[in-house]
């Protein structure tokens, strides 16, 4: 957008100046070739303000060239009319390679002091005073001049508005040329689609120019630059012409949110975003929204999961009544998008009553790793006496719908509907509203009117029985209403991937994205001409794209796995696809090996879990352990036990054996240290072979089967590092509380990083002793962004010694760089200009696919036969164009070789480097545009 000032000239008329090198005698109202001159009005302005003049015979000469010795004296003569100051040196410090002290004594006086000021800069040290001044010559001295007289940089503030020029032969002209004249442009100097940067100035154009930029405001608007929060109510505001001011707030901000502010300096308002961050983690705010939630709210985003089950939302919230007394039990909790509020939902159906509840909220990190200010206070509860409605209604798929409430349901009566708008029941709709819920999912994969199955598109009305929340307010029976569409297909179909081998009876199938479950019958399994009896399908819990097969025989040999006849698999969208692949089964004789065994804890139980390198099977198994204990009284006493394991369901490598069960009434004490021999029997291969029984020294502590472990290794911190492997690999640092056992810490797959790979887990060289790990990843090729956001989980991870298993660590907020390399995009343009009647290419121009960065002042080799011509480079705003200049034209016919230079490299902002290909091509006068990499 253009900025036009309608503005007298300011104080101009009371200052005089000579604008000509000949002396002054015409009035304005006696020129005799001004008359209907398209630049009159503008001349006869400044020749009344005294600011210009003409000729003796009574004439202006518009139509005559300035030289630039012209242009020195009225810019130097308006300086010092301004309280600038001519140079005391001017006739002993030559400012320009081209003056002479025997030069004229008043442009010796006016080029010292334009040139000082920074208005005329020469050229390869020369003034070239006798030169006319061109047009684009003109525009910068202009701009320039005017950034000294009212102290202001009019560039940068054009840029900051965000304003492009649209004049079409700006590419005419260097860069800072075209930077100046895009200032005219933008107070709406330029007339026409052109400026014509190489003509020469007459002196009307100089007028009329001069005359415009007066008028613009000699103070222009000025923008915020910076805003920095110095207190709650205190801001410390910079502005466009780099002046700061401190500015006093009506209100304290709020700590750790973006507000948005209004203030105001020297009369003029202003708006600005601001954040009052406050490194402290604090609890702001402990409210009830209804009688069977808890609304936690802290001053800055926390690392917690998006949802919290059971057990760990009351790791970290403890809630208790007063005025009825009594432990609240707390179901689940769910963090807001922002991960500035934690809402808690109850357990059980008495509601949260109107009056005091002690509650404490402890555990809780940010990203940075800050830990939470312990909140134990005394918050007041209100009565619930709202009922439940709907708050949100989306698609969890194309034939999936979710529905949100207000606030929980703890029950529903009378009957629930789904129809179409023309009232026909929908049937075989499946999703079950499940007691205390605030969110329900609706299949529709199935559902069908009549016999006939939806199609995409159908809009569906869901209308429910009466909701009862947990303060027993009730919506009526057919009150909550709400619509839905079932969604459209995707137009991709899912397909198999991939099969891996994971034991002996059982492989994963691997697809390109998430199906609708895959059932038993909809697989066959063929080996050896022989078909295998599909038992078991399990989804993977932490990548849907993923299940387990699990077969009634062995896996060895060839086989082909496929959909079974008549069956499908079917992706959320509803796209359907068969599937069907070849693999080679093979069967490991390799007998496991014992590697460790550690107490676990899973329900308020412990475990001796024995972990072995493979899958395992039992056949009449025992575990025995016989050594020392040593109670926390320091009383001592031996053992002699044995108790019969468990395969571990979610583990095909691991045995469990409870501790009570295993230690037995009069050894069994809570605090105790055991030490001794572990001795296993009835442990086999999945193939039949039976294991060593070597007995193996372990040691444990008994922590108790009620309550919470305590004394548990954390995860201190995790965060991205350095890495010096280019963009291939990226590094994660993982540091614990206390050194972890490195068998399980130095294992890749304990650790899952989203949109990304986990290759390798190592201690930290010169770290911290056995307490950090730094994780090596590549980045999805999907992500493309010059950073993001992930999250890791981390499971399995053991304590150094104690065999207690570190406390998982999830939705760890890091920021990744991306892998994806920059590269050059469309042609190599030429810029062509017509010198002296012939066309020549003047620069080179290459464009890329992301912004790039460099060091070098000279990256790219630009050669005419073995002539190097490149002299440097120029960016766009963004750094996604490169323009190479030269030293010499391009003549036609000539070939032109660009090259990367050998001890260069070119990065994104992610430091992946640019691959350049050798372009090598002929210039051809007609044409701006090469292929880049022909050679």
Known sequence: MKKTYKKMLASTAAVAIVASAVVPAASAASFKDLNGHMYENEILALVDAGVINGYPDGTFLPNNSLTRSDVVKLLGKYLVSLGHEIPRDYKTKMRFTDLTPQSQDELLQ??????????FQGSAGQLMHRDEMRRDQMATVLVRAFNVINDFD??????????TSTVSDLNRTTVEHQTNIAVLDYYDMVKGASFNPKDMTKRGQFAYF????????????????????????????TL?????????????????????????????????KVKYEVPDLKVTAVTNPNG?????????????ANVLNEADVNKIVKVAGIATPGKVDLLKGELSADKKSLTVTIKGVRPLTEGRYNVVVDGVKTEKGLTLIKYDEVPTFTADKVAPAIASVENAGATRVKVKFTEPVTNTTGTMQFTLSNGSIISNVTGTLERNATEVTYDFTKATVNGVALSPGTAVNITFGALVDIANNVAPANTVKTTATIGVRDGVAPTLLNIEQVGARKFK???????RDLTRSDITVTQNSQTLGVINVEKDK???????????????????????????????????????????????????NYVSATVVKENNEEYLEILFDRNIMTANPSVAFNGWYSQANNQQGQLNVSAVPQKVLSNDKALRVKLRDLLGVGHDFVGAKYVGQLHLSGVISEYGHAVATIPQQIQFDRLGD?????????????ESIPSNEGSRYQNIRVTYSHPVDFSSAANFTNYIVEGAQVVSALPTQGGLTNRQIDLRVTVNDTIQLDQFFTNLTINNVYAAGQNVLVDPYYNVSLVLRENIKPQVTGDVMVSVEDVNGQKVGKGITLTFSESVRTTASVPFSVKIGNAEIATGVTYSGDNKVLNILLSRDIQHGEEVTIELNSIVTITDASDNALNFSKTKFTFNRDSQRYTYGQQ
Do not use: C
């Not at 849907?544 to 079917?570: F, K």
């Not at 009620?706 to 995790?718: A, D, H, P, Y």
């Open 240 to 272: 466009s012409d780099d002046k700061t001011h401190t500015v006093t707030l009506p209100k304290p901000l709020v700590e750790n949110e973006e507000t948005e502010v209004k203030f105001t300096i020297d009369d003029v308002e202003y708006v600005a």
């Open 292 to 304: 069977g939630q808890i609304k936690i709210d802290f001053n800055q985003p926390v690392v917690l």
């Open 110 to 119: 006016y080029a010292a002091l334009v040139r000082d000021v920074g208005v």
């Open 542 to 592: 932490k990548n849907p794209v993923e299940y387990i097969i699990e077969t009634a025989q062995e896996l060895n040999g060839y086989a082909i796995v496929a959909n079974a006849t008549g069956r499908y698999i079917t992706d959320l969208s509803g796209e359907a696809n068969t599937f069907y692949m070849y693999y080679t089964f093979v069967r490991d004789t390799t007998v496991p």
């Open 706 to 718: 009620s309550g919470s472990v305590t004394g548990r290794v954390i995860v201190e911190r995790v």
């Open 154 to 163: 009019y560039v940068a503030h054009v840029k900051e508005q965000g304003f």
């Open 210 to 237: 001069l005359y415009h930029m007066l008028q613009i405001e000699t103070k222009p608007v000025l923008t915020v630059k910076k805003v920095e929060v110095t207190a709650a109510d205190k801001l410390s505001v």
């Open 509 to 515: 199938l691997v697809f390109s994205e998430e199906i």
